[in-house]
């Protein structure tokens, strides 16, 4: 159960109620791809930093160890030891990501197997039917997401197969949540709106799934080549179309600007792979811009990361010690930098929440704008 608390402008304030736990929204979504976060953070590391949800994605967990295998370990919360919300994608970006691996039809779609080449089909069906399995709390609706450059007759029937595809997906949900051996019987559904950069395409798809009374609504096939502003102009076209009493997730977005762009817009939900991926790369956020702990002016810095910053890194170790790790190659240098930046996006998160909460969200987020964008001073 959504319950809308307080908004500003657009802007929402939340409380999500779900079988494994309250979410406040917004909400950063930590990414775990294969039921793990890259850089050797465990789901003990996820509470520390204030994880509320973490996701992961159904392709993969199907092709590799295989959803039937994790429904006989319990589901993936018991596999992965995380007992808050986790949020499944459907495949459907592996669709737009594999495109010269696949071939896709009205009953779905034929994959190879990224790992070992081996055919794997894949529809609205089979997408439920795995994560269920996998017994997620929000399940994603299986989708095309097509490219952003697409021509628009081309979006138009991929938009329409979409649909019909959601309509498939929710009677088959309907279905595995009244088996008796389902091991979340209230898993969520969460449909997506797509159609590229074109404004007509989007708005009518729009009013076309919120009339499913779906649990959640995503905005998909954004951050995939169109320009940030085209990014935000289709946010403010489509949003207003999608229901205020659901929550709204704009999938597999990303910079901290884009965040606070897109909850000024009525965005809710957030996932990227962005923080733990630069963390890897030793490329850490702080409220003064981005830093790249491989640079020498760190050699001898003893202060952490970012000053006053609760993360384990920061309460812990020094740029100098850190940078160290990195120039050796040490595995610890890498996790370091990941939990500082996805405590850093949890954090950021906190703070959009309070600014909503007393009703000061549009001077936060000018402010934290322009020190954002001053940028790496120290």
């Known amino acids: 159960m959504y319950q809308l608390l307080k908004q500003e402008g657009r802007a929402k304030r939340a409380v999500f109620e779900t079988v494994h736990g309250t979410v406040q929204t917004p909400v950063f979504m930590n990414v775990g791809t294969v039921a793990a976060i890259k850089g050797a953070v465990a789901t003990t590391d996820l509470k ?34 995380w007992d808050r919300p986790i949020l499944t994608d459907s495949g459907g970006f592996q669709v737009f990501s594999l495109a010269k691996l696949r071939k896709i039809k009205e009953e779905g779609v034929t994959f190879q197997s990224h790992i070992d080449g081996r055919k794997i089909f894949m529809g609205p069906e089979q997408s439920m039917q795995i994560q269920s399995n996998l017994a997620s709390t929000i399940a994603m609706a299986f989708d095309e997401c097509p490219s952003s450059r697409a021509d628009r007759s081309y979006v138009q029937q991929s938009v329409d197969r979409t649909t ?7 009677a088959e949900m309907d279905r595995l949540n009244s088996l008796e051996d389902t091991i979340n019987p209230h898993q969520m559904l969460f449909g997506i709106n797509q159609g590229a950069v074109f404004d007509d395409i989007r708005i009518e ?4 799934i919120r009339e499913l009374d779906l649990d959640g609504y995503a905005v998909g096939g954004l951050a995939v080549g169109e320009t940030h502003e085209e990014m935000y102009h289709v946010l403010e076209e489509v949003v207003p179309y999608l229901p205020v009493d659901k929550p709204v997730y704009l999938m597999g977005v990303g910079t901290p600007l884009n965040i606070l762009e897109a909850v000024e817009r009525g965005v809710d939900f957030f996932d990227c792979v962005y923080p733990s991926r630069n963390g890897r790369h030793g490329h ?10 491989f640079n020498a002016k760190y050699e001898l810095d003893d202060r952490p990361i970012e000053e006053g910053c609760g993360c384990p890194a920061c309460r812990n170790y020094s740029r100098a010690y850190i940078r160290h790790l990195l120039k050796a190659g040490e595995m610890l240098g ?3 930098c990941v939990l500082h930046n996805l405590y850093f996006y949890n954090h950021l998160m906190e703070q959009i929440r309070n600014a909503l909460d007393e009703g000061r969200f549009a001077d936060f987020k000018t402010n934290w704008i322009d020190r954002y964008t001053q940028g790496g001073k120290v």
């Open 164 to 170: 019909r595809w959601l309509v498939r997906c929710k």
């Open 334 to 336: 890498m996790r370091l």
């Open 284 to 293: 850490v956020y702080t409220a003064d811009g981005k830093r790249n702990m």
């Open 48 to 81: 520390e930093i204030g994880t509320q949800i973490e996701l992961s994605n159904t392709y993969h967990l199907h092709v590799r160890p295989g959803d039937d295998k994790v429904k006989a370990l319990g589901g993936l919360h018991r596999f992965m030891n």
């Open 205 to 208: 798809h729009a009013k076309q």
